[in-house]
Structures are given as structure tokens and as C-alpha cells.
């Protein structure tokens, strides 16, 4: 069998399992040519009262969208002083790369923060909670040395659809 016959043959088997999996799925649908694709379902696993889960499951996934490590500066470099303000501009730049990748903040499955100071975490809490609402992607808090020593945060996400 060459490569061309091989590539004929897998993308015949990717159809067949995907339209075996999704008449199998309580996900909705979609069409794409002769077969159905369950679209991506994602949910938390033990959600805390924290707004965060201990896991987070992602099933009948198609995409996945790797932000890297967003920092407090606007499109001319300025930072903020205040950390609130760092955490905002900070999430609004991860929510502005979501948007590049078409993607929302209902996508996010998994944010790392990293923190220059623990004395941080309330501050860092409150604002990821307002940001994030009912989201509870899985996370994970660093205390570590930043970058640049005027950023006192740096936050990155992992999303799914």
C-alpha cells in the first residue's frame, strides 16, 4: 500500500469512528461532509467553592488553543503599579488572545498563574473570580520570579473546543 492509499484508507476509518462516536454521544452535532462530530464537551470534576475544579474533563474535542503567558502591559508596554489593575489588563490580554483563536473564556480549561509575591493570592482570587464568574477551569498558583520586575504576575491558559 503506498502513502496515498494509506492516507485514503485512515481518513475513511477518522469518519467512520467519528460518526460511530457520535451517535453514541448525548452532544450536539455537526456535519462535516458524509459524517457527524460530536461537538467538544468539557465540565468540571470536584469544582470547589474556590472557582476552580480539581480536574477538568474535555471530551469530543477539536481544537485545542495554547495562550502563552499573558503579562500587565498594554499594547504601548505600560504597567500598571497596583496589582488589581496588573490582574485585570492581564486577564483582558489572555481574553484578547482567546478572541484571536476564536475562542471565549467559556474555553478555558486549564490557567497557570505565576505570582511574584503570595502576599498576592487574595488579590489575584478576587480578580479571577470577577473575571471568570462561574468558570471553573483547573488551576495552578506559582510564586515565582518574573520576568520583568515591574510585572508582579504572568498568566497563562490552556482552551478547548
Not at 457527524?36 to 470536584?46: A, D, E, F, G, I
Not at 505600560?78 to 473564556?105: I, S
Amino acid at each position: 500500500m503506498n502513502r496515498r492509499e494509506l492516507a485514503i484508507a485512515l481518513a475513511a476509518l477518522l469518519r467512520t469512528n467519528i460518526a460511530v462516536r457520535s451517535a453514541s454521544s448525548n452532544a450536539s452535532s455537526l456535519a462535516v461532509g458524509n459524517a457527524t462530530r460530536s461537538t467538544m464537551q468539557h465540565r468540571p470534576v470536584n469544582p470547589s467553592d474556590n472557582s476552580y475544579a480539581q480536574a477538568h474533563e474535555v471530551t469530543d474535542l477539536a481544537r485545542l488553543l495554547f495562550v502563552s503567558g499573558q503579562v500587565p502591559a498594554d499594547d504601548e508596554g505600560k504597567v500598571p503599579a497596583d496589582f488589581a489593575a496588573q490582574c485585570r489588563l492581564t486577564w483582558a490580554n489572555v481574553e484578547r488572545q482567546l478572541h484571536a483563536g476564536g475562542m471565549t473564556l467559556d474555553n478555558i480549561v486549564k490557567v497557570t498563574t505565576f505570582l511574584s509575591d503570595r502576599r498576592y493570592r487574595r488579590e489575584n482570587y478576587e480578580v479571577r473570580k470577577a473575571v471568570l464568574g462561574p468558570r471553573q477551569p483547573a488551576i495552578t498558583i506559582l510564586i515565582a520570579g518574573i520576568y520583568d520586575e515591574a510585572w508582579l504576575l504572568e498568566i497563562e491558559v490552556v482552551a478547548a473546543a
